[in-house]
């Protein structure tokens, strides 16, 4: 299983030599597109307790209640790398759906999950489509701060 052996964010963001250059021009879209989702490590929930244990650049903060009930921090927009590209994930719902789908097919992206996507190189990127992705989940968080 792919892990990434960080504990800070820059350790997180150098994990990778050779995708350093992409996460660093998604950050810089991501902070340009969505200035209120503010930047912090994301080191997972531990053993034991509800919640994603993988490692990631965070967004902004939300909280969710797992199945046990408990709340659960997550990332507003989530940036992990895994082992053959980097996944971007969304917390975020329009009209009772994930946000991200109403995107689908426009991002440039490589796999497409229910509440993510994925691509390998950023230049395969739809730039403005991105973008206003970030812009809406930014606007649309910055509504209504869970």
Known sequence: MFRVNADTLQTYLDFDPIRKVDLQKLDKL???????????????????????????????????FARSG?????PVV????????????????????????????RLGECRMGRNNFSFVKFDDLNLASVSALFAEADQIFNADPV
């Open 70 to 74: 408990q709340q659960v921090e997550w």
């Open 78 to 105: 989530g940036v992990a790398l895994q082992k053959s590209y980097i996944s971007v994930y969304l917390s975020i719902t329009k009209d009772g759906a994930p946000l991200v789908q109403s995107y689908a097919g």
């Open 30 to 64: 991501l902070r340009r597109s969505a200035p209120g989702l503010k930047r912090y490590f994301h080191k997972g929930t531990p053993t034991g307790q509800p919640g994603m244990r993988f490692k990631m650049v965070g967004y902004g903060k939300s909280r969710y």
